[in-house]
């Protein structure tokens, strides 16, 4: 049996379908996917489901859509939890979206709530309390918050 004639067909495929999963629709089904179950249920989906989070969040960041990724990350923040692996470090990228969405007091008062819990000792992924602080500080001169 000659499968030749098939390899363009199933290439052209997997192409469109990982365009598809880059786009908008994509994103959406992607989304909905990783929220439909119910937390709690079961440890290995919840693990993977807050995985699929965090990762389509920094996909969202990566495009510039910092509103969709904050929303994101926040739902994966509120569905699992200090639980969720990824916690911190969402809390972490959290930060980047409120300062480009110009929510300069939300950011701060994020990054010092990661001061406060020292969670680079949680999650490697998080910066020091120095350098944490220093961009709260920097934060709270430029933008004169409180």
Wanted: some cysteine; charged content about 20%; overall charge positive.
């Amino acid at each position: 049996m000659d499968l030749s004639g098939l390899k363009w067909p199933v290439i052209i495929l997997v192409v469109i379908g990982v365009i598809w999963l880059l786009s908008s629709g994509g994103v959406s089904w992607m989304e909905t996917n990783f929220t439909k179950a119910t937390p709690g249920v079961d440890a290995a989906r919840d693990t993977t489901d807050e995985a699929g989070l965090t990762r389509l969040g920094g996909y969202l960041l990566a495009l510039w859509r910092y509103e969709h990724a904050a929303r994101v990350m926040e739902a994966a923040i509120a569905r699992y939890g200090m639980n969720g692996p990824n916690y911190w470090y969402n809390h972490y990228r959290l930060v980047k979206c409120y300062e480009k969405m110009g929510d300069y007091q939300r950011a701060y008062n994020v990054l010092m709530q990661l001061v406060a819990a020292s969670a680079h000792q949680y999650d490697k992924r998080v910066p020091e309390n120095d350098n944490l602080s220093l961009r709260a500080s920097k934060l709270k001169e430029l933008h004169e918050l409180r």
